[in-house]
C-alpha cells in the first residue's frame, strides 16, 4: 500500500485549502484518489491526465492533483510530452512505472 506523506496544500496557501487538505487526507479520500489514478494510468498508459480523466469518465483536477502524488509514490512516470487530444495544448504523459518511451 502506498503511503504518501508531501503535504496536500502549499505553504502559501489559503487556510480553508490546508483544512480542504487535512480533510480529504485524514478521510482517506487522496489515498483511494492516488490508487485509482495508478489503476487508471496500468490500464490506459500514455494518456495525459486530462485524457486520463475523459477515458475513465472521473474529475480531471482530481486526476492531476493527484498523478504528482502517484509519482512521488513511484507508481507512475511521466513520459513524452505532446499535444493533448482534449485540451489542445502541451502536455505530458503518465506511464505505469519503467514503461515510459525515452523523451
Do not use: F
Not at 502517484?70 to 505530458?92: F, L, S
Request: one cysteine or more; a positive charge; aromatic letters at 4%.
Amino acid at each position: 500500500m502506498m503511503n504518501i506523506q508531501t503535504p496536500a496544500a502549499k505553504k502559501g496557501d489559503p487556510e480553508t485549502s490546508h483544512l480542504a487538505a487535512d480533510a480529504v487526507t485524514k478521510s482517506g479520500a487522496r489515498q483511494a484518489q492516488i490508487v485509482r489514478v495508478v489503476a487508471m494510468v496500468q490500464e490506459t498508459n500514455g494518456l495525459t491526465s486530462r485524457e486520463l480523466a475523459h477515458h475513465h469518465k472521473e474529475d480531471r483536477y482530481m486526476v492531476a492533483r493527484r498523478m504528482s502524488e502517484a509519482e512521488t509514490a513511484r507508481e507512475v512516470e511521466k513520459g513524452p510530452v505532446r499535444i493533448c487530444e482534449y485540451g489542445k495544448c502541451k502536455a505530458v504523459t503518465w506511464w505505469e512505472k519503467g514503461t515510459a518511451p525515452a523523451v
